[in-house]
């Protein structure tokens, strides 16, 4: 076997895999693109390990070209929800000092325990008056 030959096959299987989990990392971003933060974390390492795939390579192989194309995806999904977010915090709530006034107030009305009284362990909150 020529060394040529080895090292081709060698940058060929590394050049799958990373092709591979580029487009595995691509699907798991857009998948979890509702959660902001993954989708942003996933849909860059699927970008990197698409480019990575190449090699020295100018072309990528089909699962590289899906990896990097499902992790732009994934990327623009996250940030969409992530303006989506703010916009709702603020026109729903006008900002974050509206939604923390709105979840205090959400507790007091359920009965949830402040800072001033004690909480008696032996006395539960009654459920049903939620």
Do not use: H, W
């Amino acid at each position: 076997m020529d060394y040529n030959e080895m090292y081709t096959s060698y940058i060929d299987k590394r050049s799958s895999s990373m092709a591979i989990a580029s487009m595995v990392l691509g699907i798991a971003g857009l998948v979890l693109s509702c959660c902001i933060y993954p989708a942003i974390i996933f849909g860059s390492l699927a970008i990197i390990f698409a480019l990575l795939s190449r090699g020295g390579e100018m072309t990528t192989n089909g699962f590289g070209k899906a990896g990097l194309i499902l992790g732009v995806i994934a990327i623009i999904c996250g940030i969409l929800f992530l303006v989506y977010g703010l916009f709702i915090l603020f026109v729903q709530f006008g900002g974050p000092e509206g939604y923390l006034e709105y979840i205090e107030d959400l507790m007091e009305q359920s009965g949830y325990p402040n800072n001033y009284d004690p909480y008696d362990f032996y006395n539960p909150y009654d459920l049903n008056s939620l």
